[in-house]
């Protein structure tokens, strides 16, 4: 069964480092999201992006996030300059259009010393 | 803008008996409503969901929701659960935001099944 998966599992950054979040979506989708959730919060919104642009955000997503799809298959979150407030589980997501379901990964656990 | 408020924030019970996990929810706009487990250190499935016709929905593992509009709930259901069942559960409500739905998820539901 296709999956979306996402690399690494777990990533451990100094505070003010840039970290670089990787995520395969199932291949023939079209729509991908960004979510993040903070320990014992809810699952946030950050971004959705289709046809090589950001479709929507949320005022979480500011200038220090970023998102890229730069060959085709994967799918990038970088945080350019980390802050301790960053530590969540980020999840990435793909659907075949706007009207589906979304396919999440496994989430990669980000925490910032 | 929409909303989703999960009004129990943990949900112990028994094995073998049943659960109901309430989701509310608020929108300007008609939605597609889903069901989420998420499993410890694991990501998120899809349980179930309801984008339109009949208001009671069933999904993965003897799970049902039923959809009521003037109530604005799509309630979780299982008649019986198992150990298994132990998990946390998402309900999201998919509302169009500009020109496509995103997905806004409630601050989930422990459920805890005791043997």
């Known amino acids: 069964e296709p999956e979306v998966t996402q690399t690494p599992s777990h990533q451990v950054t100094q505070m003010g480092q840039e970290v670089i979040l990787r995520c395969v979506p199932i291949s023939n989708h079209l729509y991908f999201y960004w979510y993040r959730q903070i320990l014992g919060q809810k699952v946030e919104f950050l971004v959705s992006?289709?046809?090589?642009?950001?479709?929507?955000k949320s005022e979480i997503f500011d200038d220090q996030f970023s998102v890229e799809r730069p060959d085709g298959s994967n799918f990038t979150l970088k945080i350019r300059s980390t802050k301790l407030e960053d530590s969540a589980m980020y999840f990435c997501?793909?659907?075949?259009?706007?009207?589906?379901?979304?396919?999440f990964g496994q989430g990669t656990r980000l925490t910032v010393v | 803008a929409q909303s989703v408020t999960q009004l129990d924030s943990q949900v112990p019970v028994f094995e073998e008996a049943p659960v109901e996990l309430r989701c509310n929810y608020s929108?300007?706009?008609?939605?597609?409503l889903f069901w989420y487990v998420q499993y410890p250190n694991q990501g998120l499935q899809l349980l179930l969901k309801y984008l339109s016709g009949s208001t009671l929905v069933k999904g993965i593992n003897g799970f049902e929701a039923e959809f009521n509009k003037s109530q604005t709930s799509f309630h979780l259901r299982k008649p019986s659960v198992h150990i298994s069942d132990t998990a946390e559960y998402f309900c999201?409500?998919?509302?169009?935001?500009?020109?496509?739905?995103?997905?806004?998820f409630g601050r989930g539901t422990s459920l805890i099944v005791h043997p």
């Open positions: 929108s300007s706009v008609s939605v597609y």
């Open positions: 992006f289709y046809n090589n642009e950001i479709s929507e």
């Open positions: 999201a409500v998919s509302g169009r935001t500009g020109g496509s739905y995103i997905p806004t």
């Open positions: 997501a793909s659907s075949e259009d706007s009207l589906t379901e979304a396919f």
